[in-house]
């Protein structure tokens, strides 16, 4: 007996929540003639929504320690680890060869672990204790920037994802991701990941539909503190970076064609999205008896 | 079963002549509410939506129509300040905007509101009667009532007495918003029911009759104190009772929803749900208020966004 196959609508996740586009839009991308899925085709309206998720989960998650931080991401790797199998199937259907596909599920798992760790190395890395001229103790150290508007690379589509996020809110940021338009179906699966490890709702939404739509809304967005942009679409930067200036946003533009290599698994790309503090603590000096720390 | 219908005809013709002669309110006894048509109707205006210019107009009324409250225990004289201050300067980047109706505090803090608002045209409005419990003695609450309209307060928002309502003391209940009503003398009364320990639209509305009945200006649901505060349904069922009021006698009576209003979608489903079930008479500060804190910031910060096309940030209004 033929069956009907059943295409798979892929929500978006904002907030913990997987709700469908407030605009009930789909696409369907394709694989050659295969179709892929029904995709939501988010609203500036789901980008808005997800913003105020991002901002109520800031303070939670960047008020987590870092220990606690790198727990949570070193639970994502074993998540990804143990749906290895679907992962690897939905990168096939994208176009993917069956090597291509392991070699890349295999590789994000890796890069969540990398960053894993430097949840709780990184401030050490790039902090600093600075000689000054007076008496005072002078120390600089990194804070997450706040929310976070991520554009993932179209290609890649999961690495790209995850090489994208995972720097980003290691050190205690909450972001928004546009995922890739034409390969979207492990951006969706990955957020099925993210819902079922410790993950804090909020602290990563992630969106389906076109850059085109969506990208002067993830650049104006006065609630949004940072973009990081991969691609090399000269117009639409020109465009991101002129919008981005009303609040002074922190703009990271990124070509993500060498996504493999060692260059990616880097603390500066935690570093891209923090922001030095500069303390001047005075300290008391007693006759000749040296600096009081 | 004629006979048992007649009996009951006649039962009831009884009842309401008993009725008729010990208070003045039970003329017209409540009808019981239809839950199902109130939350159908409700369900109606929530999957509405408001666009462009008249989103733009209802977001600007309903910045119109804000009482500015703060009612903590740590409130002190200058977070009072810091309030009428926001009142009045909502938002200077923006021209143009209009102001809140009111500011809403303890009477201990009218005397320094009124200061901070001489000339501006903002009202201030206190809570009184031992408030949000209600509970104390009369004498308690007229000196309560007196405190705040000597100190110059326009409005007095009053509470209930819950309990005696539960009690079925209707009209002790009525003789207190009565005897208030008296000794706010020019101040206009809200009379705040406190849905939220009412228990069932019935209530809702035999209250509401009973705060009209006795001469309040405003009926208002909430303290804030309480959840749930206000809701769509619960106002829906205190606005049919302002409707049947006023077409019986005339009198138009004023509507405050409170406590749990803190968006901008939510304020314009309230502006529409007043819309239609009162008319547009009812759509200025004079009859209905919005009692809320932190609604202001996100009805300017639509507002901006309206203007603007970009959506805001919290980061760049004040806080109150």
Request: charge should be neutral; aromatic fraction near 8%; charged fraction near 20%.
């Given at each position: ?8 609508t892929?929500k978006i996740y904002i907030g913990g929540k997987f709700p469908r586009t407030e605009s009930g839009r789909f696409y ?10 029904n995709i939501c085709l988010s609203s500036r309206k789901d980008f808005r929504n997800a913003v105020v998720a991002?901002?109520g ?148 939404n992630?969106l389906t539909g076109?850059?085109?739509e969506l990208?002067?809304h ?76 | ?32 509410v239809d839950q199902v048509g109130i939350i159908d109707r409700i369900d109606r205006i929530t999957s509405r939506s408001i666009k462009d210019e008249t989103k733009l107009q209802g977001l600007k009324l309903a910045l119109?129509m804000v ?128 849905t939220g320990?009412?228990?069932s639209f019935?209530?809702v509305r ?15 649901t909430s303290?804030?104190?309480?959840s749930p505060a206000a809701t769509l349904p619960v106002t829906l069922v205190m606005l049919e009772a302002i409707k ?11 509507m405050k929803p409170a406590g749990g209003i803190s968006n901008s979608k939510l304020a314009l489903q309230y502006l529409l749900l007043v819309k239609e079930t009162l008319g547009k008479?009812w759509l200025?500060?004079?009859?209905f208020?919005f009692?809320a804190?932190s609604l202001?910031?996100d009805l300017?910060m639509q507002i901006?966004k309206q203007?603007?096309?970009?959506y ?9």
């Amino acid at each position: 007996m033929s069956r009907l196959e059943i295409l798979k609508t892929y929500k978006i996740y904002i907030g913990g929540k997987f709700p469908r586009t407030e605009s009930g839009r789909f696409y369907t991308p394709k694989n050659g003639t295969t179709p892929l899925g029904n995709i939501c085709l988010s609203s500036r309206k789901d980008f808005r929504n997800a913003v105020v998720a991002a901002r109520g989960a800031f303070d939670g998650w960047s008020g987590a320690t870092a220990y606690n931080r790198s727990q949570v991401l070193y639970r994502i790797a074993e998540m990804l680890e143990g749906r290895k199998a679907q992962f690897m199937d939905e990168l096939m259907q994208q176009g993917s060869t069956k090597g291509a596909a392991e070699k890349e599920v295999h590789a994000s798992i890796d890069r969540i672990i990398y960053y894993a760790g430097w949840c709780d190395k990184y401030t050490q890395l790039f902090s600093a204790v600075n000689p000054v001229a007076t008496s005072h103790f002078n120390f600089t150290v990194p804070e997450p920037t706040g929310v976070v508007s991520v554009f993932a690379p179209e290609e890649n589509s999961l690495i790209g994802l995850i090489s994208t996020i995972i720097p980003v809110i290691a050190s205690g940021n909450t972001c928004v991701v546009l995922a890739s338009e034409n390969k979207p179906l492990c951006a969706i699966t990955f957020a099925e990941v993210i819902n079922s490890s410790d993950v804090p709702g909020g602290v990563i939404n992630i969106l389906t539909g076109t850059r085109k739509e969506l990208h002067s809304h993830m650049a104006s967005h006065m609630d949004v503190n940072a973009l990081f942009y991969t691609g090399n679409d000269k117009k639409e930067i020109l465009e991101i970076k002129k919008l981005a200036v009303d609040n002074l946003k922190r703009v990271v533009v990124k070509d993500f064609v060498t996504i493999y290599s060692a260059e990616h698994d880097s603390p500066y790309y935690i570093e891209d999205f923090v922001e030095m503090k500069t303390t001047w603590h005075p300290i008391e000096k007693i006759g000749a008896a040296g600096s009081g720390y | 079963m004629l006979p048992t219908l007649l009996f009951s005809l006649n039962l009831e013709f009884n009842f309401f002549r008993m009725i008729k002669k010990t208070t003045v309110y039970l003329n017209n006894p409540s009808p019981s509410v239809d839950q199902v048509g109130i939350i159908d109707r409700i369900d109606r205006i929530t999957s509405r939506s408001i666009k462009d210019e008249t989103k733009l107009q209802g977001l600007k009324l309903a910045l119109n129509m804000v009482d500015l409250t703060t009612l903590e225990g740590a409130d002190t004289e200058n977070k009072v300040r810091q309030l009428c201050n926001k009142a009045q300067h909502l938002h200077d980047a923006y021209p143009g905007l209009p102001t809140v109706a009111a500011v809403c505090v303890y009477p201990n803090f009218v005397k320094t509101a009124k200061q901070c608002l001489q000339g501006s045209g903002i009202n201030v409005a206190s809570v009184a009667t031992a408030f949000p419990s209600g509970q104390s003695s009369l004498e308690v609450k007229l000196l309560d009532v007196k405190i705040a309209t000597d100190a110059g307060a326009e409005e007095i928002d009053m509470v209930i007495s819950r309990g005696k309502f539960h009690e079925g003391e209707y009209n002790f209940v009525f003789d207190e918003i009565a005897t208030i009503k008296e000794a706010c003398g020019k101040s206009r009364l809200k009379v705040i029911l406190e849905t939220g320990e009412l228990g069932s639209f019935d209530k809702v509305r035999k209250a509401s009759d009973i705060a009209i009945e006795a001469g309040a200006d405003f009926i208002k649901t909430s303290t804030g104190k309480i959840s749930p505060a206000a809701t769509l349904p619960v106002t829906l069922v205190m606005l049919e009772a302002i409707k049947d009021h006023y077409y019986r006698t005339g009198i138009q009576v004023g509507m405050k929803p409170a406590g749990g209003i803190s968006n901008s979608k939510l304020a314009l489903q309230y502006l529409l749900l007043v819309k239609e079930t009162l008319g547009k008479d009812w759509l200025t500060n004079q009859w209905f208020r919005f009692g809320a804190s932190s609604l202001a910031n996100d009805l300017l910060m639509q507002i901006v966004k309206q203007q603007t096309g970009v959506y805001q940030s919290k980061d760049y209004f004040s806080k109150d």
